[in-house]
């Protein structure tokens, strides 16, 4: 359990290091995730076994793809962040294992129950009640957070079902990938890069790798289907209480309403 909990306080970590970041008036934030992906693909080759090899073809392409996934996913995060708050974004990024979900039922075959299918709706009927004309801009912003991180999910179950199931390997290419592209968009944008930026990026690197790491040697004693769920409802409960008291939000009933659907659905599509 100590390891689930370790897991949680690095993903809620993130979170909070993202929105500190962008109160920084001058901090580009690509400079940084360059720093972080520089962090967690030395992390993540340093885990492959020997002898190290490179991967399948197929495992190669996916990895590249899915890369670009997490360097897009992670840019959205961020400002989702910043313009619809910490908790909301947080949420959503979660409840958009909607995808994988549909995903692993209409391509692979997986089944799934009443309490998933209870647990969409509420993910649902959690969008609606943010679906606001005059926040368009924070809904185009939610919208787009909920479906590349649902894509970034569903390219790491496509590799669980056709994958080499060479994980260590398949992770450092994710990361390495996200490197290049991120440093891609950098020099093409002509964007400065500080010393400044790059080491706040290899301390965000940290808690982004072992969050993972801490999670998967959490299954080792707590059961899957109590550790999915536990797991993310602490992060949106956290998320939630750091919100209201790091980060000042004034949260009305209607905010209640859509964090409690948005923990309803996770717990449903967890069962």
Known sequence: M???ILSVLCSVGIANLLM???REGKLGMLPVFLGNYLVAGIFSYASIP???ALPPAFDLALGVVTGALFLGNFWVYQRSIVINGLSLSVGVMRVAMIVPVLLAVLAFGDRLSGWNLAGIIAGVAAFGLKADARE???LMWIGGLFLISGLTDASLKVFKELGSGSEPAFIFVIFSSAFVFTLGAI???RLPVTLKSIIL???LGLPNRYSTVFFLKGLDSVPAAVAY???????VALSIASDLVFWK???TRRDALLWALLLISLLLLNL
């Open 50 to 52: 020997s002898p190290r």
């Open 201 to 203: 990026g290899c301390g």
């Open 20 to 22: 500190a970041f962008n």
């Open 187 to 189: 020099l093409l944008g």
């Open 136 to 138: 368009l801009r924070n």
């Open 249 to 251: 939000k004034r949260a």
């Open 2 to 4: 100590g390891y689930l």
């Open 229 to 235: 769920p536990l797991v993310a409802v602490a992060i």
